[in-house]
């Protein structure tokens, strides 16, 4: 079963950082690319960085270019989201899932549209504010 679980979510002050991991299960993370989304209450859920399964190659949306950065460790099968300088506007639920269309190179990974990802988490609470 594949299975991915999110953490690390937390109260953040405007300015702070936050790491959070997302856990694979029933499947190795050099098999699939992994997206991280948000979601703000009252918004559609949005694309924020992906990470390719060949070579952990990084993808990104302009939302998270130069302050956040995803990376993975094969070994404890976890894909990590570091978010940097965080604002009120990044608050919201993060999810993460696994891509899964395959006419995809696997050294690269869209980071939107969310319907082409799958087997979503819970998702991590963010919430930033003084």
């Known amino acids: 079963q594949l299975r991915l679980v999110e953490s690390g979510g937390d109260l953040v002050q405007p300015g702070g950082s936050l790491k959070l991991s997302c856990v694979a299960s029933?499947?190795?993370?050099?098999?699939?690319?992994i997206g991280w989304f948000r979601q703000a209450p009252g918004k559609e859920r949005e694309g924020v960085s992906c990470?390719?399964?060949?070579?952990?190659?990084?993808y990104y949306t302009n939302i998270a270019k130069g302050r956040f950065a995803i990376s993975r460790d094969l070994g404890k099968n976890t894909v990590y989201l570091q978010l940097n300088s965080l604002t009120p506007d990044d608050t919201g639920v993060y999810y993460c899932?696994?891509?899964?269309?395959?006419?995809?190179?696997?050294?690269?990974?869209?980071?939107?549209?969310?319907?082409?990802?799958?087997?979503w988490g819970q998702g991590s609470q963010v919430t930033v504010s003084s």
């Open positions: 990470i390719a399964s060949a070579d952990g190659s990084p």
């Open positions: 029933g499947f190795n993370l050099h098999e699939k690319a």
């Open positions: 899932a696994l891509l899964i269309q395959t006419y995809y190179s696997a050294y690269f990974c869209p980071v939107t549209p969310p319907k082409e990802y799958d087997n």
